[in-house]
C-alpha cells in the first residue's frame, strides 16, 4: 500500500512545502484540498478549514492551479485527488472540479452526497433518491473526463457505512464511481466491522482515509442517561484499530493508498507526516 496526504491536514504548509515534507517522510501522493480561503480568514493563523494555506482555489486561473501540479512533481509526487466540498445537484461546480482534476493529472476527486441528521426535514428515501440521480450525472461526467468519483463514507451524510455507501452506488460502474473509506469519519456514525465492510465493497473500494475519533461522557440526564460526544483523536489512540483494518485491507488484497487527515493536532504538520508513515509502515510489518 502507498502513502498519501490530503491537504485539508497540512493548513501550515503551502504546496510547495507540502510536497518537500510529504517526499521527505516517505510518501508518494498528494490529495489536493479544493476550496477557496474566506477574504476575512486569511489573516488568521492557518487552519484546516479556514486559512488553509495548501488548498487550490476554485476561481483561480489555470496558471495558479498548475503550480500544485508542479510542487508535486518536483518532488516525484502523484497528484492522487483534487477533494472538493461540492453539494449535491451542483454538475456545473461537479465538472470544474473535474476538469482541474484532469489539468493537474489527478485520478479522483470527492463527489457530493446529501447530508443527513436527526434534525433533516427531507426523509432518508427521498435524499437517496435525490442523490442517486445526481450521481447519474456525475458519472456521465466522470467518464468524460477520465477522473473517477468517490463517494466518502461519512457522518452525518446518507453514507455513513460501507454498506450505505455500497446501496448508493449499486449498479455504478466501479470504474468510474467508487467509495473513500473513512474508519475515522465512522466512530462519529456509521460503524461495521471492518472486514465485513472492505468485503462488502469489493470493487468499489478505491482509497482509505487515515485518521482516528474517540467517545468522551458527557453530563448525565436527571433520568440517568449520559451525554456522549465524539471529538479526533491521534492516529495510535482512537477507537480505529489500525492494525485490524490493515489486516482487512491485506485480506482483500487492497493496493491502493492510504491517505493521512489527522485532525487531533498533536503534532505539528511536518512530524504528523513523518509519524504517520512511520506507523503504518510499522502496521504493514
Not at 495548501?54 to 477533494?83: N, Q, W, Y
Not at 512530524?271 to 502496521?283: G, I, N, P, Q, S
Amino acid at each position: 500500500m502507498k502513502l498519501s496526504v490530503f491537504t485539508v491536514a497540512t493548513p501550515d504548509l503551502t504546496p510547495e512545502q507540502l510536497a518537500q515534507e510529504a517526499k521527505a517522510a516517505g510518501l508518494q501522493g498528494i490529495e489536493w484540498r479544493y476550496k477557496e480561503v474566506p477574504e476575512g480568514a486569511k489573516g488568521e493563523a492557518p487552519s484546516f478549514w479556514r486559512n488553509n494555506l495548501c488548498s487550490i482555489s476554485p476561481f483561480a486561473g489555470d496558471e495558479e492551479k498548475l503550480r500544485f501540479k508542479a510542487a508535486a512533481e518536483s518532488e516525484g509526487l502523484v497528484s492522487l485527488s483534487v477533494t472538493p466540498y461540492v453539494g449535491v445537484g451542483d454538475v456545473a461546480g461537479t465538472e470544474e472540479v473535474l476538469r482541474t482534476a484532469k489539468l493537474i493529472g489527478a485520478s479522483f476527486i470527492r463527489v457530493g452526497i446529501a447530508g443527513y441528521t436527526s434534525a433533516s426535514t427531507s426523509t432518508y428515501p427521498v435524499l437517496f433518491e435525490q442523490t442517486r440521480g445526481f450521481l447519474q450525472e456525475a458519472a456521465e461526467l466522470c467518464r468524460q473526463y477520465g477522473v473517477k468519483g468517490l463517494v466518502e463514507t461519512h457522518h452525518n451524510t446518507i453514507a455513513a457505512s460501507a454498506s450505505a455507501a455500497r446501496r448508493l452506488l449499486d449498479g455504478f460502474d466501479p470504474d468510474v464511481l467508487g467509495v473513500l473509506y473513512d474508519p475515522g469519519n465512522m466512530v462519529h456514525e456509521g460503524y461495521e466491522q471492518y472486514r465485513a465492510g472492505i468485503e462488502m465493497l469489493g470493487p468499489y473500494l478505491a482509497h482509505v482515509h487515515v485518521k482516528n475519533a474517540k467517545w468522551l461522557p458527557g453530563e448525565r440526564a436527571a433520568e440517568g442517561t449520559i451525554a456522549w460526544t465524539s471529538s479526533w483523536a491521534p492516529i495510535r489512540e482512537g477507537v480505529v484499530n489500525w492494525k485490524t483494518v490493515i489486516d482487512a485491507l491485506k485480506s482483500v488484497g487492497y493496493d491502493g493508498y492510504l491517505g493521512v487527515e489527522d485532525f487531533s493536532g498533536q503534532y505539528d504538520s511536518r512530524t504528523m507526516l513523518k509519524e504517520f508513515a512511520r506507523y503504518m509502515h510499522e502496521l504493514n510489518g
